[in-house]
Structure formats: structure tokens, C-alpha cells
């Protein structure tokens, strides 16, 4: 079956240092891959998607490229910010269903 | 953007009690809306899809007779956590389909229950 696997945290920068945050999938046909975002006290939010491969989503200097001859989906930015400490999720939807699969999670810690 | 809502945000309960979780989304109709739990340190599972007019759809190992979902109109479904035991405490997530765009969705910001 479809599943997400993403680095284990919790991940602890300085501000204006580099993210990478790992994602891998394992799925059937075309899925469309998503990184959502989890403020402290917050709902889920969307932060980027990707539903083709090659495709890059981007968002708030945030970026991931859907990759499937790797099958990744690797969360990236050049320069985090205390306010983007959160715990961020990688998940995809199959071509045959809009059920969201999640990975376990990856909390981002940001110091000043 | 287009907004779900969960009442309550945090409830506790005693062993053996029933408990009622909603979820509204507040400017858009969700024929469709599902149900997840969150265990601490851990990802969401996806527990049930919440279907308008029709009986849910439970995912493997979801007792249904525990976990009574109701879609009762376009902007509400309802999860009823039934003769609740400590093992159910967790955090409960809605969510609901953007129209248009069923692989993308809004998230409620969840229900946290503790049974004791």
C-alpha cells in the first residue's frame, strides 16, 4: 500500500540557516505529494503540493520538487526563520482516491 | 481561505461516558470530511471518510460501533467517541475537501480528548 516515510526530529537550526527535510514515498501510479505545517496550538495548514513529477510547489521561500525516479519529495529552504519553527508533514494522495497518507511528522525547532 | 471548525477544543471525560466531537466547515459545503487521530509524537491516522447523507467509511482496524461519525448536512459531521476508555485519549482532526480539488484539504484544528 501507499505510505510516506520522513526524517525523524526534532531538526534545531539557527535562524538563517539551510532546511532539508526528508521525504520518501511508496505508491501506485500518480499520486500527488503535499508538505503541510503545524503551528504550536494550530490546525494543519497547507504549505506546498506537487501532482506531477518534476513539479515544484513553493511557498513562503519554502520549496519541494516531486522526484519519481528517486520517489522524494524533499522540503527545502535557504534561509529559516524562528517563526517557521513548527512540525512539518510530508503526505500524498493516490491517483485513485483523495485520502491523505501521512508521514510521522517532523518538528522544527529554530533558535535566534 | 475556507475554514473548518471542531467543538470542543478540549474536553475530558470519565470512562464509560459518551463524548460528541464536531466539525463545521464554516464557508464552503463538504459533502465529504474526514476523520483522523493524532497520537503525541506520532503522524495522523486517518480513521473514517464522513459521507453527506450516507454511512462513513471506517479505515481497517476502526471500530465502527465505537466511533459513531454522523454527516448530518453540507457543513457539519459529527464523531461520537462511545463508552470512552483512557486508551481513547488523543487528539481528533477533521478535515474536509477544497471544492474543486478533492487531493487538497482543510484542516480543523483538532479536539484534544482525555478519558480518565
Known sequence: GNSVTQMEGPVTLSEEAFLTINCTYTATGYPSLFWYVQYPGEGLQLLLKATKADDKGSNKGFEATYRKETTSFHLEKGSVQVSDSAVYFCALAGDSSYKLIFGSGTRLLVRP | ?116
Not at chain 2, 3 to 16: A, D, L, N, T
Request: overall charge neutral; hydrophobic content about 35%.
Open chain 2, 1 to 116: 481561505g475556507a475554514v473548518v471548525s471542531q467543538h470542543p477544543s478540549r474536553v475530558i471525560c470519565k470512562s464509560g461516558t459518551s463524548v460528541k466531537i464536531e466539525c463545521r466547515s464554516l464557508d464552503f459545503q463538504a459533502t465529504t470530511m474526514f476523520w483522523y487521530r493524532q497520537f503525541p509524537k506520532k503522524s495522523l491516522m486517518l480513521m473514517a471518510t464522513s459521507n453527506e447523507g450516507s454511512k462513513a467509511t471506517y479505515e481497517q482496524g476502526v471500530e465502527k460501533d465505537k466511533f459513531l461519525i454522523n454527516h448530518a448536512s453540507l457543513t457539519l459531521s459529527t464523531l461520537t467517541v462511545t463508552s470512552a476508555h483512557p486508551e481513547d485519549s488523543s487528539f481528533y482532526i477533521c478535515s474536509a475537501p477544497v471544492q474543486g480539488g478533492m487531493d487538497e484539504q482543510y484542516f480543523g484544528p483538532g479536539t484534544r480528548l482525555t478519558v480518565t
